[in-house]
Each structure stands twice: as structure tokens, then as C-alpha cells.
């Protein structure tokens, strides 16, 4: 193919494939910049496990859009005492609203910085725990209303496992062998 072919297929209004480049949001991320800047070639220091990842989740397109903020409450989530779990519903919210962030990523993300207070919840644990109640799926355009949904089935999720939890059941890891456990029984996840 010839570069007068590709100039072909250009989309109107555009005057060059710089042009269009820039007009692409995916190529115009915080995160797009980022990875532009780490100019490995020149500085092999920026070569790094994290640098991998991160490529690793831009390019399949995973990449979570946490900003500042809601990364310094998470933060805080570290603080919070296992009977004031609900404290972090807010903070829950805005998780589940960043692209790429569902349920689980949102659990799993809470429960590795306060593993005494949150544990992961996925379809297969919440099964074990829960095994009537629907766990929630969001709409297409989830809001709101799908959010406080959301925190109050997890709620009700981690006090069904402070239930659980006791000698020879550490809190800290049941979200892990209930998963195994629903594994085990042969379920198949619908």
C-alpha cells in the first residue's frame, strides 16, 4: 500500500494522520501521555514492572480512571475498623463509577488495602454466603440508584461473613477459600 492510499482513508475533515491522532481520545489520556513520556530508549530506568502493567492494562483496555481524590480516600479505607464498614460507601460509589472498575475490581481493591474489613466479592462467594439473593448486575448506564444497590448487597455481604468467621475461618481470607468452595461444589456460573 502506498501513502497515497492510506491519505485515502483519512475521515473528512481531517488533514493528516497527526491530525487525526489528536483527535482520538483513547491516544489522549492522562495514561497515553504517561506511557509517550517514559522514553525507554533513553531512559532505561523508566523500564520498570509498573511501567509493564500499566502497558499491559492500556492495551487491553482495563486501565481503571482512578483520580487523585478518590485514590487518597481509598486510601483512608485502610483506617476504617471492620464494624464501621459502611463508612466507606461513598468511596465505594465513586469506585464503581470509574470506567473499567465493577464489582469485584472495586471489592478486590478494598479488600487488599483492609483485608480485616472488606473482603473481594465476586458472583462465586457471593453464592456461598448468599445463595438467594441475585447479585446485582449493573444496567447498561448504571447511576445511582444501581450504586447504592450495589454497596448495600456488599454490606450485607460482609456481615454474613463476620458470621462465618471463626477459629480455623480467618475474615482476613474467606473471600479466597469461599471461591474455592464454589468451585468445588461444581457449579457453573451462569
Known amino acids: 500500500m502506498k501513502e497515497s492510499d492510506l491519505r485515502r482513508l483519512l475521515p473528512d475533515g481531517i488533514a493528516d494522520f497527526n491530525d487525526w491522532h489528536a483527535q482520538i481520545s483513547k491516544y489522549n489520556t492522562p495514561l497515553m501521555r504517561h506511557l509517550d513520556s517514559l522514553d525507554i530508549p533513553e531512559k532505561k ?14 492495551e ?7 483520580d487523585d ?5 481509598l486510601g483512608k479505607a485502610a483506617e476504617i475498623p ?11 460509589c465513586r469506585l ?43 444496567p447498561s448506564k448504571p447511576g445511582r440508584d ?8 456488599y454490606f450485607k455481604y460482609l456481615a454474613e461473613l463476620r458470621k462465618l468467621s471463626c477459629d ?20 457453573k456460573l451462569e
Open 45 to 58: 530506568e523508566n523500564w520498570t514492572r509498573t511501567a509493564l502493567y500499566e502497558i499491559v492494562l492500556w
Open 96 to 138: 464503581l463509577a470509574c470506567n473499567h472498575v465493577g464489582m469485584t475490581m472495586a471489592t478486590a481493591i478494598l479488600r487488599f488495602i483492609n483485608p480485616e474489613t472488606f473482603q473481594t466479592m465476586n458472583r462465586r462467594n457471593a453464592h456461598v454466603v448468599m445463595p438467594a439473593a441475585m447479585f446485582p448486575e449493573p
Open 168 to 187: 480455623g475461618f480467618e475474615f482476613r481470607i474467606m473471600d479466597r477459600m469461599l471461591y474455592q468452595i464454589d468451585k468445588a461444589s461444581g457449579r
Open 146 to 153: 444501581y450504586y447504592d444497590t450495589a454497596c448495600e448487597f
Open 60 to 66: 487491553l483496555d482495563r486501565f481503571p480512571g482512578i
Open 69 to 73: 481524590a478518590l485514590f487518597m480516600d
Open 82 to 92: 471492620p464494624e464501621d464498614f459502611r463508612k466507606v460507601k461513598e468511596t465505594l
